[in-house]
Nanobody, 115 residues
Framework: QVQLVESGGGLVQAGGSLRLSCTVS????????TGWYRQAPGKQRELVAT???????NYADSGEGRFTISRDNAKNTVYLQMNSLKPEDTAVYYC?????????WGQGTQVTVSS
């Protein structure tokens, strides 16, 4: 069983920065993809960024150039550095772990960007 614990959300002014962390524990297959998704009120959950166990990253257009996803394999932790935040980035951010056809989700962390 895989468990995800997220942290780092909060309230920030437009133009500010936040760093989200997702620590993964449990039995983890060697190949996996860890990512961040977000869901704003009244909207569907959408991809923000992913990183494979080999370090290959993928970003949604919304965060390209502003967000950076990274991982520290020694700590089993994935980070999402978010810079130049905009009010439209306001959402609950969820960590996702995928491997061998199975998905695991964190509990979510609220990010609120004030204008």
């Amino acid at each position: 069983q895989v468990q995800l614990v997220e942290s780092g959300g909060g309230l920030v002014q437009a133009g500010g920065s936040l760093r989200l962390s997702c620590t993964v524990s449990g039995s983890m297959p060697r190949f996996n993809i860890t990512g961040w998704y977000r869901q704003a009120p009244g909207k569907q959950r959408e991809l923000v960024a992913t990183v494979t166990s080999g370090g290959i990253t993928n970003y949604a257009d919304s965060g390209e150039g502003r967000f950076t996803i990274s991982r520290d394999n020694a700590k089993n932790t994935v980070y999402l550095q978010m810079n130049s935040l905009k009010p439209e980035d306001t959402a609950v951010y969820y960590c996702n772990f995928w491997s061998s056809g199975r998905d695991y989700w964190g509990q979510g962390t609220q990010v609120t960007v004030s204008s």
